[in-house]
């Protein structure tokens, strides 16, 4: 327990969260009635992951959060974050969601990344080039379990970084000749353009969220094994996810990734 920690059990949070998760009905900010440090976050969100291992999910990687300044800007947090994804979570390219599994979610375009071996042998400063083995276009659906998705950084690492759902395209063999630090990013929403960007909102460098996944995994005991997933962060900021929607992401030179969703028509109709 480091000197910040209150000591206050954090058992119950995870609980709340996952209950809030699995019913799809929002709480309230964990901040909003006890001081959380960094440390304790991420212990609730190890906490929340429990839940669903006693569910049967399987951990399959990372997703990072607020690596560009288009969702620093977007949800006023501006420190790097991790969160855990898991089989449950990921829709087939192509596939279909129920709306109606989340509370109010949003949907951003990215790059996915998978691990080869090498990321177990290497350590927390291994050049990201060594560690990756393939690239792929991806969306995430992110849904903050917290009432009208509000909350400090200390809560959204609580809550699983948001991780909801994800969408990987297809994996393109990396090889690091291959420049991806600039490849434009285009969101459709049923066939209408939503949001342009870039690869370069990453960090600057996409690679660099390979370089901050190896790192936080380390320092809070996250797994990355041979093919963990690595979700690079938002290129734009988050789009609201209607009922009955077509999503689509393209990246240049790597293709695009889609998801529909069904369900729930008349919640969103409510929200407008
Ligand atoms: C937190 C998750 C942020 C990203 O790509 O930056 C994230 C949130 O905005 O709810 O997934
Ligand atoms: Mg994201």
Same mark, same amino acid.
């Given at each position: 327990?480091?000197?910040?920690?209150?000591?206050?059990?954090?058992?119950?949070?995870?609980?709340?969260?996952?209950?809030?998760?699995?019913?799809?009905?929002?709480?309230?900010?964990?901040?909003?009635?006890?001081?959380?440090?960094?440390?304790?976050?991420?212990?609730?969100?190890?906490?929340?992951?429990?839940? @669903?291992?006693?569910?049967?999910?399987?951990?399959?990687?990372?997703?990072?959060?607020?690596?560009?300044?288009?969702?620093?800007?977007?949800?006023?947090?501006?420190?790097?974050?991790?969160?855990?994804?898991?089989?449950?979570?990921?829709?087939?390219?192509?596939?279909?969601?129920?709306?109606?599994?989340?509370?109010?979610?949003?949907?951003?375009?990215?790059?996915?990344?998978?691990?080869?071996? @090498?990321?177990?042998?290497?350590?927390?400063?291994?050049?990201?080039?060594?560690?990756?083995?393939?690239?792929?276009?991806?969306?995430?659906?992110?849904?903050?379990?917290?009432?009208?998705?509000?909350?400090?950084?200390?809560?959204?690492?609580?809550?699983?970084?948001?991780?909801?759902?994800?969408?990987?395209?297809?994996?393109?063999?990396?090889?690091?000749?291959?420049?991806?630090?600039?490849?434009?990013?285009?969101?459709?929403?049923?066939?209408?353009?939503?949001?342009?960007?870039?690869?370069?909102?990453?960090?600057?460098?996409?690679?660099?969220?390979?370089?901050?996944?190896? @790192?936080?995994?380390?320092?809070?005991?996250?797994?990355?094994?041979?093919?963990?997933?690595?979700?690079?962060?938002?290129?734009?900021?988050?789009?609201?996810?209607?009922?009955?929607?077509?999503?689509?992401?393209?990246?240049?030179?790597?293709?695009?990734?889609?998801?529909?969703?069904?369900?729930?028509?008349?919640?969103?109709?409510?929200?407008?």
């Amino acid at each position: 327990m480091t000197r910040a920690d209150s000591g206050a059990d954090t058992g119950p949070h995870a609980a709340a969260l996952d209950e809030a998760a699995t019913t799809a009905s929002p709480v309230d900010q964990i901040t909003a009635t006890r001081a959380l440090t960094l440390d304790e976050a991420y212990r609730v969100q190890a906490e929340l992951l429990a839940c @669903r291992h006693a569910r049967g999910e399987r951990e399959v990687g990372l997703k990072l959060g607020f690596t560009s300044e288009a969702k620093m800007a977007q949800m006023g947090i501006s420190e790097v974050i991790a969160g855990r994804l898991t089989d449950a979570m990921r829709v087939a390219d192509g596939g279909t969601t129920d709306r109606r599994r989340f509370i109010h979610p949003r949907v951003e375009p990215e790059i996915a990344f998978r691990l080869s071996g @090498r990321v177990e042998q290497a350590g927390p400063n291994a050049d990201p080039a060594e560690v990756i083995d393939a690239v792929a276009p991806a969306l995430e659906i992110i849904d903050s379990r917290y009432r009208d998705f509000r909350f400090t950084l200390e809560d959204v690492v609580a809550d699983n970084t948001s991780a909801a759902g994800y969408v990987t395209g297809p994996w393109t063999a990396f090889d690091r000749a291959h420049d991806i630090t600039n490849l434009g990013v285009m969101l459709e929403t049923d066939g209408q353009l939503a949001d342009t960007g870039s690869t370069a909102a990453i960090l600057g460098d996409p690679l660099r969220a390979v370089a901050a996944a190896v @790192r936080l995994a380390t320092r809070y005991g996250m797994p990355l094994h041979a093919g963990s997933v690595v979700l690079a962060g938002a290129a734009t900021a988050a789009h609201w996810l209607s009922a009955a929607t077509h999503v689509e992401v393209t990246v240049a030179e790597l293709g695009r990734a889609t998801l529909r969703t069904h369900g729930g028509e008349h919640d969103d109709i409510a929200r407008r």
